[in-house]
Protein backbone atom coordinates (compact mmCIF):
# COMPACT_ATOMS: atom_id res chain seq x y z
CA UNK A 1 0.00 0.00 0.00
CA UNK A 2 1.05 3.25 -0.97
CA UNK A 3 0.50 5.42 2.03
CA UNK A 4 -0.16 9.41 1.81
CA UNK A 5 1.88 11.85 3.00
CA UNK A 6 -0.64 14.87 3.64
CA UNK A 7 1.10 18.38 4.22
CA UNK A 8 -1.47 21.74 5.44
CA UNK A 9 -1.38 24.34 3.86
CA UNK A 10 0.99 26.80 4.66
CA UNK A 11 1.90 30.36 3.33
CA UNK A 12 3.44 30.05 -0.26
CA UNK A 13 4.04 26.46 0.01
CA UNK A 14 1.15 24.01 -1.18
CA UNK A 15 0.24 20.77 0.58
CA UNK A 16 2.15 17.65 -0.96
CA UNK A 17 -0.01 16.10 -3.50
CA UNK A 18 2.04 13.32 -4.46
CA UNK A 19 2.42 9.66 -2.50
CA UNK A 20 5.79 10.00 -0.63
CA UNK A 21 7.73 12.70 -2.63
CA UNK A 22 11.10 13.66 -1.71
CA UNK A 23 13.32 16.73 -2.20
CA UNK A 24 16.84 16.25 -1.59
CA UNK A 25 19.39 19.31 -1.91
CA UNK A 26 23.34 18.93 -1.13
CA UNK A 27 26.22 21.06 0.15
CA UNK A 28 29.50 20.32 0.05
CA UNK A 29 32.31 17.86 -1.96
CA UNK A 30 31.24 14.61 -4.44
CA UNK A 31 31.32 12.27 -1.54
CA UNK A 32 27.94 13.96 -0.44
CA UNK A 33 26.78 14.02 -3.78
CA UNK A 34 27.47 10.37 -4.34
CA UNK A 35 25.87 10.01 -1.23
CA UNK A 36 22.37 11.93 -2.07
CA UNK A 37 22.47 9.02 -5.13
CA UNK A 38 22.33 6.55 -2.46
CA UNK A 39 20.01 8.07 -0.57
CA UNK A 40 17.68 8.47 -3.38
CA UNK A 41 17.88 4.46 -4.18
CA UNK A 42 17.31 3.81 -0.63
CA UNK A 43 13.95 6.13 -1.12
CA UNK A 44 13.13 5.16 -4.00
CA UNK A 45 13.04 1.88 -3.04
CA UNK A 46 10.85 2.72 -0.44
CA UNK A 47 7.96 3.77 -2.78
CA UNK A 48 9.43 7.53 -2.36
CA UNK A 49 9.84 9.62 -5.93
CA UNK A 50 11.92 12.83 -6.11
CA UNK A 51 10.34 15.97 -7.16
CA UNK A 52 12.61 18.72 -8.12
CA UNK A 53 11.77 21.93 -5.53
CA UNK A 54 10.50 21.55 -2.15
CA UNK A 55 7.33 23.04 -2.65
CA UNK A 56 5.75 19.90 -3.72
CA UNK A 57 7.52 17.67 -1.51
CA UNK A 58 5.94 15.43 1.34
CA UNK A 59 9.36 15.12 2.56
CA UNK A 60 12.09 17.68 2.69
CA UNK A 61 16.25 16.43 3.48
CA UNK A 62 19.35 18.57 3.45
CA UNK A 63 22.74 16.68 2.85
CA UNK A 64 24.97 18.97 4.68
CA UNK A 65 28.23 19.84 4.85
CA UNK A 66 30.55 21.37 7.94
CA UNK A 67 34.01 21.69 6.51
CA UNK A 68 34.34 25.21 7.01
CA UNK A 69 31.85 27.83 9.47
CA UNK A 70 30.28 29.45 5.85
CA UNK A 71 28.85 25.77 4.74
CA UNK A 72 27.71 24.74 8.40
CA UNK A 73 25.57 28.61 8.34
CA UNK A 74 24.17 28.11 4.97
CA UNK A 75 22.61 24.82 6.46
CA UNK A 76 21.15 26.50 9.23
CA UNK A 77 19.98 29.22 7.47
CA UNK A 78 18.14 26.98 5.07
CA UNK A 79 16.50 25.35 8.00
CA UNK A 80 15.58 28.70 9.32
CA UNK A 81 14.46 29.91 6.32
CA UNK A 82 11.78 26.52 6.31
CA UNK A 83 10.32 27.26 9.71
CA UNK A 84 7.26 28.79 8.73
CA UNK A 85 6.61 27.40 5.02
CA UNK A 86 7.37 23.24 5.61
CA UNK A 87 4.71 22.79 7.89
CA UNK A 88 3.35 19.03 7.49
CA UNK A 89 6.25 18.03 5.89
CA UNK A 90 8.89 15.68 6.99
CA UNK A 91 12.44 17.53 7.39
CA UNK A 92 15.56 15.32 7.72
CA UNK A 93 19.10 16.70 8.01
CA UNK A 94 21.75 14.38 6.55
CA UNK A 95 25.45 14.07 6.20
CA UNK A 96 28.14 16.02 8.12
CA UNK A 97 26.37 18.99 9.59
CA UNK A 98 24.08 16.41 11.10
CA UNK A 99 27.14 14.28 12.30
CA UNK A 100 29.36 17.23 13.39
CA UNK A 101 25.97 18.85 15.49
CA UNK A 102 23.94 15.98 16.33
CA UNK A 103 21.18 16.59 18.83
CA UNK A 104 21.83 20.38 18.78
CA UNK A 105 20.26 20.80 15.13
CA UNK A 106 16.68 20.20 17.26
CA UNK A 107 17.46 22.93 19.59
CA UNK A 108 18.03 25.25 16.40
CA UNK A 109 15.60 24.20 14.14
CA UNK A 110 12.99 22.39 16.42
CA UNK A 111 10.76 21.50 12.71
CA UNK A 112 13.82 19.04 11.63
CA UNK A 113 12.01 15.53 12.38
CA UNK A 114 15.65 13.39 12.09
CA UNK A 115 19.54 13.61 11.86
CA UNK A 116 21.49 11.19 10.40
CA UNK A 117 25.46 11.33 10.14
CA UNK A 118 27.18 9.85 6.57
CA UNK A 119 28.58 7.18 8.76
CA UNK A 120 25.49 5.86 9.56
CA UNK A 121 23.21 5.76 6.62
CA UNK A 122 23.21 2.03 7.12
CA UNK A 123 20.41 2.83 9.66
CA UNK A 124 18.77 5.17 7.34
CA UNK A 125 15.55 2.48 6.72
CA UNK A 126 15.26 1.99 10.42
CA UNK A 127 15.20 5.72 10.94
CA UNK A 128 12.71 6.21 8.32
CA UNK A 129 10.61 3.17 9.48
CA UNK A 130 9.89 5.62 12.76
CA UNK A 131 9.67 8.78 10.82
CA UNK A 132 7.00 7.22 8.99
CA UNK A 133 4.98 6.54 12.26
CA UNK A 134 5.22 9.85 13.25
CA UNK A 135 8.08 9.57 15.76
CA UNK A 136 10.25 12.79 15.81
CA UNK A 137 13.61 13.81 17.49
CA UNK A 138 14.59 10.59 15.66
CA UNK A 139 19.11 10.16 15.34
CA UNK A 140 21.38 8.30 13.58
CA UNK A 141 24.77 9.06 14.66
CA UNK A 142 26.81 6.19 15.26
CA UNK A 143 30.23 6.54 14.43
CA UNK A 144 32.06 3.71 15.55
CA UNK A 145 31.30 1.37 12.32
CA UNK A 146 33.31 -0.66 10.16
CA UNK A 147 30.68 -0.60 7.40
CA UNK A 148 30.97 1.15 4.23
CA UNK A 149 27.82 2.37 2.96
CA UNK A 150 26.94 -0.30 0.73
CA UNK A 151 23.38 -0.48 -1.03
CA UNK A 152 21.49 -2.30 -3.03
CA UNK A 153 19.98 0.43 -5.12
CA UNK A 154 22.06 3.61 -6.16
CA UNK A 155 20.23 6.50 -8.10
CA UNK A 156 22.66 8.26 -10.37
CA UNK A 157 21.92 11.54 -11.58
CA UNK A 158 24.21 11.58 -14.76
CA UNK A 159 23.38 8.35 -17.42
CA UNK A 160 27.64 8.36 -18.29
CA UNK A 161 29.53 9.41 -15.76
CA UNK A 162 29.31 8.04 -12.32
CA UNK A 163 31.10 8.48 -8.98
CA UNK A 164 32.08 4.56 -6.85
CA UNK A 165 32.90 5.12 -3.46
CA UNK A 166 36.19 3.03 -2.65
CA UNK A 167 36.70 4.11 0.82
CA UNK A 168 34.97 5.86 3.82
CA UNK A 169 36.46 8.04 6.40
CA UNK A 170 39.81 9.41 7.48
CA UNK A 171 42.34 8.10 9.50
CA UNK A 172 44.41 11.27 8.97
CA UNK A 173 44.69 13.76 11.73
CA UNK A 174 44.55 17.08 10.20
CA UNK A 175 44.85 19.98 13.23
CA UNK A 176 42.14 21.96 10.71
CA UNK A 177 39.95 19.48 10.08
CA UNK A 178 36.19 17.77 10.85
CA UNK A 179 35.66 14.80 8.33
CA UNK A 180 37.61 12.20 10.69
CA UNK A 181 34.82 13.11 13.46
CA UNK A 182 31.92 13.35 10.76
CA UNK A 183 32.81 10.82 8.41
CA UNK A 184 34.46 8.33 10.92
CA UNK A 185 37.05 6.08 10.71
CA UNK A 186 38.73 4.82 6.78
CA UNK A 187 37.71 1.69 6.07
CA UNK A 188 37.93 0.26 2.49
CA UNK A 189 35.69 -1.79 0.36
CA UNK A 190 36.29 -5.28 -0.77
CA UNK A 191 37.26 -5.16 -4.14
CA UNK A 192 35.45 -7.51 -5.78
CA UNK A 193 32.50 -5.49 -5.16
CA UNK A 194 34.28 -2.25 -6.71
CA UNK A 195 34.41 -4.15 -9.24
CA UNK A 196 31.11 -5.79 -9.97
CA UNK A 197 30.21 -2.22 -9.85
CA UNK A 198 32.04 -1.20 -11.93
CA UNK A 199 31.36 -3.57 -14.37
CA UNK A 200 27.57 -2.96 -13.57
CA UNK A 201 28.18 0.74 -14.43
CA UNK A 202 29.71 -0.28 -18.19
CA UNK A 203 27.18 -2.76 -19.16
CA UNK A 204 24.59 0.10 -18.48
CA UNK A 205 26.65 2.65 -20.57
CA UNK A 206 28.62 4.31 -18.23
CA UNK A 207 32.09 5.36 -19.94
CA UNK A 208 33.25 7.26 -16.91
CA UNK A 209 34.04 6.57 -13.81
CA UNK A 210 35.36 8.18 -10.80
CA UNK A 211 36.67 6.67 -7.53
CA UNK A 212 36.05 8.59 -4.39
CA UNK A 213 37.38 8.42 -0.75
CA UNK A 214 38.70 11.59 1.25
CA UNK A 215 41.54 10.13 1.06
CA UNK A 216 41.18 7.67 -2.25
CA UNK A 217 44.84 6.45 -2.46
CA UNK A 218 45.37 4.99 0.67
CA UNK A 219 42.66 2.45 -0.19
CA UNK A 220 43.71 -1.00 1.21
CA UNK A 221 41.84 -3.87 -0.35
CA UNK A 222 40.29 -5.79 2.63
CA UNK A 223 39.87 -8.81 0.85
CA UNK A 224 42.47 -11.85 -0.27
CA UNK A 225 43.04 -10.71 -3.47
CA UNK A 226 44.81 -7.52 -1.29
CA UNK A 227 44.99 -5.25 -4.30
CA UNK A 228 46.94 -1.89 -4.21
CA UNK A 229 44.96 1.14 -5.08
CA UNK A 230 47.27 0.96 -8.35
CA UNK A 231 46.25 -2.21 -9.11
CA UNK A 232 42.64 -1.35 -8.29
CA UNK A 233 42.98 1.64 -11.04
CA UNK A 234 44.01 0.05 -13.40
CA UNK A 235 42.07 -3.34 -13.66
CA UNK A 236 38.83 -0.81 -13.81
CA UNK A 237 40.70 0.81 -16.83
CA UNK A 238 40.95 -2.32 -18.53
CA UNK A 239 37.05 -2.89 -18.48
CA UNK A 240 35.26 -3.31 -21.36
CA UNK A 241 33.62 0.55 -22.46
CA UNK A 242 35.11 2.33 -19.55
CA UNK A 243 36.83 4.89 -21.36
CA UNK A 244 38.04 7.39 -18.16
CA UNK A 245 38.79 6.59 -14.76
CA UNK A 246 39.46 9.84 -12.04
CA UNK A 247 40.10 9.38 -8.39
CA UNK A 248 39.91 11.71 -5.45
CA UNK A 249 41.16 13.28 -3.33
CA UNK A 250 44.72 12.18 -3.04
CA UNK A 251 46.48 12.59 0.39
CA UNK A 252 50.19 13.66 -0.76
CA UNK A 253 51.87 10.57 2.12
CA UNK A 254 50.85 7.76 0.39
CA UNK A 255 50.76 8.24 -3.11
CA UNK A 256 53.13 6.24 -4.53
CA UNK A 257 55.07 5.31 -7.56
CA UNK A 258 52.65 2.73 -8.41
CA UNK A 259 49.68 5.29 -9.42
CA UNK A 260 52.13 6.98 -11.47
CA UNK A 261 53.04 3.63 -13.38
CA UNK A 262 49.75 2.94 -13.28
CA UNK A 263 48.42 5.87 -15.43
CA UNK A 264 51.32 6.39 -17.85
CA UNK A 265 50.06 2.34 -18.58
CA UNK A 266 47.10 2.77 -19.24
CA UNK A 267 45.56 5.17 -21.39
CA UNK A 268 41.63 4.97 -19.79
CA UNK A 269 42.94 6.24 -16.75
CA UNK A 270 43.02 10.55 -17.05
CA UNK A 271 45.91 12.43 -16.91
CA UNK A 272 44.96 14.73 -13.94
CA UNK A 273 45.57 14.28 -10.60
CA UNK A 274 44.32 16.24 -7.40
CA UNK A 275 47.05 16.79 -5.01
CA UNK A 276 46.06 18.76 -1.75
CA UNK A 277 49.47 20.26 -0.74
CA UNK A 278 47.35 22.99 1.88
CA UNK A 279 50.77 25.06 2.63
CA UNK A 280 53.99 25.53 1.04
CA UNK A 281 55.34 26.10 4.21
CA UNK A 282 57.23 23.42 6.25
CA UNK A 283 56.57 24.42 9.72
CA UNK A 284 52.74 25.28 8.94
CA UNK A 285 52.84 21.80 7.40
CA UNK A 286 54.04 20.65 10.64
CA UNK A 287 51.52 22.46 12.26
CA UNK A 288 48.90 21.10 10.41
CA UNK A 289 49.95 17.96 11.05
CA UNK A 290 49.94 17.11 7.25
CA UNK A 291 52.74 14.24 7.45
CA UNK A 292 54.62 15.39 4.19
CA UNK A 293 57.41 18.08 3.77
CA UNK A 294 57.60 20.67 0.98
CA UNK A 295 60.35 18.67 -0.25
CA UNK A 296 58.36 15.39 -0.46
CA UNK A 297 55.75 17.26 -1.81
CA UNK A 298 57.79 17.91 -4.71
CA UNK A 299 59.23 14.72 -4.85
CA UNK A 300 55.53 13.32 -5.47
CA UNK A 301 54.89 16.22 -8.24
CA UNK A 302 58.75 15.47 -10.02
CA UNK A 303 57.51 12.16 -9.97
CA UNK A 304 54.66 12.39 -11.96
CA UNK A 305 56.02 15.27 -14.31
CA UNK A 306 58.74 12.78 -15.14
CA UNK A 307 55.93 10.32 -16.42
CA UNK A 308 55.63 9.46 -20.23
CA UNK A 309 51.98 11.71 -20.81
CA UNK A 310 51.70 15.30 -19.58
CA UNK A 311 49.56 14.45 -16.26
CA UNK A 312 47.68 17.59 -14.61
CA UNK A 313 48.00 18.72 -11.22
CA UNK A 314 45.11 20.38 -8.98
CA UNK A 315 45.57 21.28 -5.79
CA UNK A 316 43.80 22.73 -2.12
CA UNK A 317 45.19 25.30 -0.28
CA UNK A 318 44.12 26.56 2.81
CA UNK A 319 45.65 30.68 3.83
CA UNK A 320 45.87 32.02 7.41
CA UNK A 321 46.38 28.67 9.64
CA UNK A 322 47.35 29.42 12.80
CA UNK A 323 50.97 31.10 13.16
CA UNK A 324 51.06 31.44 9.12
CA UNK A 325 53.66 34.45 8.75
CA UNK A 326 54.14 36.40 6.00
CA UNK A 327 57.01 34.26 5.08
CA UNK A 328 55.32 31.14 5.51
CA UNK A 329 52.54 32.51 2.77
CA UNK A 330 55.08 33.57 -0.02
CA UNK A 331 56.27 30.01 0.51
CA UNK A 332 52.68 28.60 -0.16
CA UNK A 333 52.98 31.60 -3.57
CA UNK A 334 56.69 30.27 -4.46
CA UNK A 335 55.11 26.75 -4.60
CA UNK A 336 52.27 27.60 -6.93
CA UNK A 337 54.98 29.30 -9.15
CA UNK A 338 57.07 25.83 -9.36
CA UNK A 339 54.27 23.45 -9.58
CA UNK A 340 52.50 25.03 -12.05
CA UNK A 341 48.61 23.86 -11.22
CA UNK A 342 46.14 23.58 -13.54
CA UNK A 343 43.63 24.79 -11.04
CA UNK A 344 43.70 25.09 -7.62
CA UNK A 345 41.00 25.55 -4.90
CA UNK A 346 41.94 27.79 -2.04
CA UNK A 347 40.44 29.19 1.50
CA UNK A 348 40.60 31.23 4.14
CA UNK A 349 41.53 28.87 7.44
CA UNK A 350 37.93 28.77 9.04
CA UNK A 351 38.09 27.30 12.89
CA UNK A 352 36.06 24.32 13.77
CA UNK A 353 34.80 23.29 17.13
CA UNK A 354 36.58 20.34 18.39
CA UNK A 355 39.47 20.19 15.94
CA UNK A 356 43.20 21.44 18.12
CA UNK A 357 44.14 24.50 15.37
CA UNK A 358 40.73 26.16 16.84
CA UNK A 359 42.27 26.35 20.32
CA UNK A 360 45.86 28.11 18.78
CA UNK A 361 46.33 31.74 17.93
CA UNK A 362 44.24 32.51 15.17
CA UNK A 363 44.95 35.26 12.00
CA UNK A 364 43.31 38.76 11.79
CA UNK A 365 39.86 37.74 9.20
CA UNK A 366 41.13 40.89 6.84
CA UNK A 367 44.88 39.18 6.59
CA UNK A 368 43.29 36.04 5.90
CA UNK A 369 41.65 37.78 2.92
CA UNK A 370 44.50 39.49 2.02
CA UNK A 371 46.36 36.82 1.28
CA UNK A 372 43.23 34.31 -0.29
CA UNK A 373 43.23 37.13 -2.65
CA UNK A 374 46.65 37.88 -4.04
CA UNK A 375 47.16 33.77 -3.72
CA UNK A 376 44.03 33.45 -6.50
CA UNK A 377 45.35 36.65 -8.37
CA UNK A 378 48.85 34.84 -8.67
CA UNK A 379 47.18 31.28 -9.40
CA UNK A 380 45.16 33.50 -12.01
CA UNK A 381 47.69 34.31 -14.16
CA UNK A 382 49.20 31.15 -14.39
CA UNK A 383 46.26 29.29 -15.80
CA UNK A 384 45.90 32.42 -18.13
CA UNK A 385 49.45 31.42 -19.19
CA UNK A 386 48.75 27.85 -19.26
CA UNK A 387 45.16 27.51 -20.92
CA UNK A 388 46.95 30.21 -23.60
CA UNK A 389 48.93 28.01 -25.01
CA UNK A 390 46.76 24.75 -25.62
CA UNK A 391 44.88 27.14 -28.22
CA UNK A 392 45.09 25.63 -31.64
CA UNK A 393 45.59 21.72 -30.06
CA UNK A 394 42.62 19.23 -30.37
CA UNK A 395 40.99 17.77 -27.25
CA UNK A 396 38.74 15.40 -26.69
CA UNK A 397 35.96 16.39 -24.39
CA UNK A 398 32.85 14.22 -22.60
CA UNK A 399 30.05 16.67 -23.15
CA UNK A 400 28.64 17.14 -19.59
CA UNK A 401 25.66 19.83 -20.83
CA UNK A 402 24.30 22.44 -23.37
CA UNK A 403 24.74 26.08 -22.44
CA UNK A 404 22.26 27.76 -24.06
CA UNK A 405 22.48 31.15 -23.57
CA UNK A 406 25.55 31.03 -25.27
CA UNK A 407 25.02 28.27 -27.72
CA UNK A 408 27.61 25.94 -26.53
CA UNK A 409 27.91 22.84 -25.14
CA UNK A 410 30.17 22.06 -21.78
CA UNK A 411 32.66 19.34 -21.95
CA UNK A 412 36.04 18.41 -20.05
CA UNK A 413 39.19 17.09 -20.96
CA UNK A 414 40.88 14.06 -19.74
CA UNK A 415 42.83 16.42 -17.83
CA UNK A 416 40.17 17.82 -16.25
CA UNK A 417 39.64 20.91 -18.14
CA UNK A 418 36.72 22.71 -18.86
CA UNK A 419 36.22 23.02 -22.47
CA UNK A 420 32.59 24.89 -24.40
CA UNK A 421 32.66 24.13 -27.41
CA UNK A 422 30.17 25.29 -30.45
CA UNK A 423 29.30 23.76 -33.88
CA UNK A 424 29.72 26.17 -36.39
CA UNK A 425 29.70 23.83 -39.28
CA UNK A 426 26.17 22.35 -38.12
CA UNK A 427 28.35 18.76 -38.10
CA UNK A 428 25.85 17.43 -35.58
CA UNK A 429 22.87 20.17 -36.03
CA UNK A 430 20.13 18.34 -33.84
CA UNK A 431 22.21 16.04 -32.19
CA UNK A 432 22.07 15.71 -27.95
CA UNK A 433 25.71 15.99 -27.43
CA UNK A 434 25.85 14.92 -24.00
CA UNK A 435 27.76 11.92 -22.72
CA UNK A 436 29.35 11.59 -26.00
CA UNK A 437 33.04 12.55 -26.99
CA UNK A 438 33.69 15.05 -28.95
CA UNK A 439 37.09 15.83 -30.62
CA UNK A 440 37.36 19.82 -30.06
CA UNK A 441 39.75 22.72 -31.74
CA UNK A 442 40.48 25.17 -29.20
CA UNK A 443 40.02 29.02 -30.07
CA UNK A 444 40.72 30.77 -27.21
CA UNK A 445 40.78 30.31 -23.38
CA UNK A 446 40.69 32.24 -20.10
CA UNK A 447 41.46 31.32 -16.60
CA UNK A 448 39.14 28.82 -15.80
CA UNK A 449 38.21 27.37 -18.94
CA UNK A 450 38.53 26.67 -23.10
CA UNK A 451 36.75 27.32 -25.88
CA UNK A 452 36.74 25.65 -29.24
CA UNK A 453 34.62 24.65 -32.37
CA UNK A 454 33.91 21.05 -32.77
CA UNK A 455 35.61 18.93 -35.22
CA UNK A 456 34.10 15.62 -34.83
CA UNK A 457 31.32 13.57 -32.52
CA UNK A 458 30.84 10.10 -31.83
CA UNK A 459 27.77 8.60 -32.65
CA UNK A 460 24.88 8.98 -29.62
CA UNK A 461 25.65 6.79 -26.85
CA UNK A 462 23.26 3.84 -25.81
CA UNK A 463 22.34 4.44 -22.20
CA UNK A 464 20.47 1.39 -20.81
CA UNK A 465 17.57 1.20 -18.74
CA UNK A 466 18.32 5.11 -17.71
CA UNK A 467 16.15 8.54 -16.90
CA UNK A 468 16.04 10.72 -19.81
CA UNK A 469 19.05 12.92 -19.17
CA UNK A 470 17.84 15.96 -17.76
N1 LIG B 1 40.77 14.77 2.30
C1 LIG B 1 41.21 15.81 1.52
C2 LIG B 1 40.43 17.08 1.63
C3 LIG B 1 39.17 17.17 2.38
S1 LIG B 1 38.39 18.69 2.69
C4 LIG B 1 42.67 16.10 1.81
O1 LIG B 1 43.22 15.64 2.77
O2 LIG B 1 43.27 16.82 1.06
C5 LIG B 1 38.67 19.68 1.26
C6 LIG B 1 39.54 20.84 1.52
O3 LIG B 1 38.94 21.75 2.40
C7 LIG B 1 40.87 20.53 2.17
O4 LIG B 1 41.80 20.03 1.27
C8 LIG B 1 41.27 21.84 2.75
O5 LIG B 1 41.99 22.62 1.83
C9 LIG B 1 39.94 22.52 3.03
N2 LIG B 1 39.66 22.58 4.46
C10 LIG B 1 39.49 21.57 5.33
N3 LIG B 1 39.28 22.03 6.56
C11 LIG B 1 39.33 23.38 6.50
C12 LIG B 1 39.21 24.43 7.46
N4 LIG B 1 39.00 24.20 8.73
N5 LIG B 1 39.31 25.71 7.01
C13 LIG B 1 39.54 25.98 5.70
N6 LIG B 1 39.66 25.03 4.77
C14 LIG B 1 39.56 23.75 5.15
FE1 LIG C 1 40.69 16.12 6.60
FE2 LIG C 1 43.25 15.61 6.59
FE3 LIG C 1 41.52 13.58 6.46
FE4 LIG C 1 41.83 15.23 4.40
S1 LIG C 1 43.36 13.86 5.23
S2 LIG C 1 39.90 14.54 5.25
S3 LIG C 1 42.20 17.21 5.36
S4 LIG C 1 41.83 14.97 8.18
FE1 LIG D 1 31.95 18.74 3.64
FE2 LIG D 1 31.72 16.37 4.70
FE3 LIG D 1 32.60 16.61 2.24
S1 LIG D 1 32.43 18.17 5.73
S2 LIG D 1 33.63 18.56 2.27
S3 LIG D 1 30.60 17.16 2.92
S4 LIG D 1 33.24 15.11 3.76
Redesign the pocket.
Known amino acids: MVSRVVAEEAPGWPAADVPKTFYIETFG ?1 QMNVHDSEKVRGLLEARGYSQVPSPEKAGMLLYNTCS ?2 DKAEQKVFSRLAGLKRRSSGKTIGVLGCAAQHNGEAIFKQAPHVDFVCGSASYNALPTILDRVESGESGVTGLHLDTNETFDTPRIERDRPYSAFITIIEG ?1 D ?1 N ?1 A ?2 V ?1 PFTRGPERSRESGAVMAEARDLAGRGYTEVTLLG ?2 VNSYRDPSPPGWSFARLLDEIGRLPRIRRVRFT ?1 S ?1 PGDFSADIVSAIDGNPSLCDWVHL ?1 V ?1 SGSNSVLRAMRRTYSRDQYLRRVAMLKAAGRTIELST ?3 VGFPGETERDFEETLSLLDEVEYASVYS ?4 P ?1 KGTSAAEMPQVPEQEKGRRLRELQERQRRIQLRRNAALIGREEEALVERRNRKYGQWVGRTSQNRVLNFTDPSALAPDRDLRGTYCQVRVTASGPNSLVGELVSAESQPAFHGLHVLN
Open positions: CIRCKCYCVQTTHPQDIIFKYSR
